[in-house]
């Protein structure tokens, strides 16, 4: 049964006061030392994403956090024949930002691929090495609700489930963009009557670097009908990117890593702020690359993607929450960062006659938005909605 969580109950809907909104306040940075015998079982609310991963982690009863980390989403196998020496302890296999410091000498190998699990024994070995990071003491039980994209087919959520069997107890999964706007929500302005609780009643685009994922959040947990994602995202514009520079410039080859530093540094839509002009090296050389044309047009097309998939959400709300939802849609996720983004959706969508639109940004911590939401939603889930995971 896909439908695992049901946040219509009262335990689930009433998120704990003791649980800051945007990870805000006494709940973020503090670390618990408290021995097993206190505290039992460990929450982990967990953005497994393509690029990246964000972990938050808290015991059960405890305000602080036990374990608070985002890890770059790669694996790197030493390459045959290497020299001794040149690997942090002559390891076989490195993972996150050291994997990317030592890329010269390892097989990079990505285990999520469009938001999905695509290499299982390298996204087995990835999940193992963040169930090292976190340490438990003896006879804690790790309860983990994982963030999938939204409409995930049961193969892979299964895919999932075989990745952590054994290095968590239980797991809930949950589309991501629906536990963005739990992370997103500020717990402590639900009193206020001026506050637009996102989870009210809003339409969340959590743009990631796999998949985009468009929800209407209208305070329950969405159906398949309320959500929908696209493996149109970052990773997408890294290609159109690429083509577009070969086309102009046959003779530089940049590589995936330097071609998505310059899209997270100059990317756009809508009027270019100016001429964008990078420095790379080409042969052992530095050359300037007026790149303007080609990371507009690769960004746009993406957003021309978004747009259509926000018009047709916005068709299947009812009558009575349409209005509602126009002035309420979030964009969040590492897409939401592209250089006018919000302006642009919330322009396009007035020009075709949409009634107000209001496009704003989740804003600076949209990394940990996804997990943060994971944790509140373990630490109100009942005991009959987890599933136990045996390997």
């Known amino acids: 049964m896909n439908t695992i969580l049901n946040v219509r109950s009262p335990r689930f809907a009433k998120l704990d006061d ?7 306040g006494h709940f ?3 670390t618990s030392t408290a021995t097993a015998t206190e505290k039992t079982t460990l929450f982990l609310g967990f953005d497994w994403g393509t690029n990246k991963s964000c972990l ?44 990317l410091q030592h890329r010269l000498h390892l097989n990079l190998v990505q285990p999520m691929v469009d938001g999905v699990v695509k290499e299982l024994p390298v996204a087995r070995d990835f999940a193992r090495h ?11 039980e790790i309860r983990a609700v994982i963030g999938v994209p939204a409409n995930a087919d049961s193969a892979a959520r299964e895919n999932v489930r075989q990745c ?25 302005k639900l009193d206020d009557s001026t506050y637009v609780d996102p989870v009210r009643n809003s339409l969340f685009v959590d743009i990631g670097g796999g998949t985009t994922d468009v929800c209407m959040v209208q305070g329950f947990y969405p159906t398949a009908d309320d959500q929908i994602s696209l493996a149109y995202a970052g990773d997408k514009v890294d290609g159109i990117f690429y083509e577009g520079i070969r086309k102009t410039y046959p003779d530089c080859e940049l590589s995936p890593i330097k071609i998505r530093e310059l899209k997270e540094q100059f990317s756009y839509v809508g009027k270019a702020p100016g001429p964008i002009i990078a420095t790379v090296m080409v042969n052992g ?3 300037k690359l007026d790149l303007t044309e080609q990371l507009g047009n690769a960004c746009g097309e993406m957003l021309s993607v978004i747009l259509a998939t926000v018009k047709e959400l916005i068709s299947r709300a009812s009558s009575d929450s349409v209005g509602e939802l126009l002035q ?25 006659g949409y009634e107000q639109p209001c ?15 994971a944790l509140k939603a373990a630490r109100q889930a009942r005991e009959n909605q987890w599933q136990q995971v045996i390997k």
């Open 130 to 140: 963040l169930r090292s990071l976190i340490g438990t003491p003896t006879g804690t």
């Open 328 to 352: 309420n849609i979030i964009l969040t996720g590492g897409g939401s960062r592209i250089r006018g983004i919000d302006v642009e959706l919330q322009r396009l969508l007035a020009e075709e």
């Open 28 to 30: 973020d940075g503090e």
């Open 18 to 24: 003791s649980t800051p909104a945007n990870g805000k």
């Open 164 to 188: 952590v069997a054994g290095l968590f107890d239980r797991v809930l999964l949950v589309p991501e963009p629906f536990l963005a706007a739990l992370g997103f929500r500020d717990e402590s």
């Open 56 to 99: 938050k982690a808290a015991y059960s009863g405890q305000p602080g956090l036990a374990f608070d980390e985002i890890v770059p989403t790669i694996v790197g196998y030493a390459k045959d024949g290497i020299v001794e020496g040149l690997l942090p302890g002559n390891a076989n296999v490195l993972y996150g930002q050291k994997a």
């Open 359 to 373: 496009v704003r940004l989740a804003g600076d911590r949209f990394r940990e938005f996804v997990a943060l939401g």
């Open 285 to 287: 050389k530095s050359r």
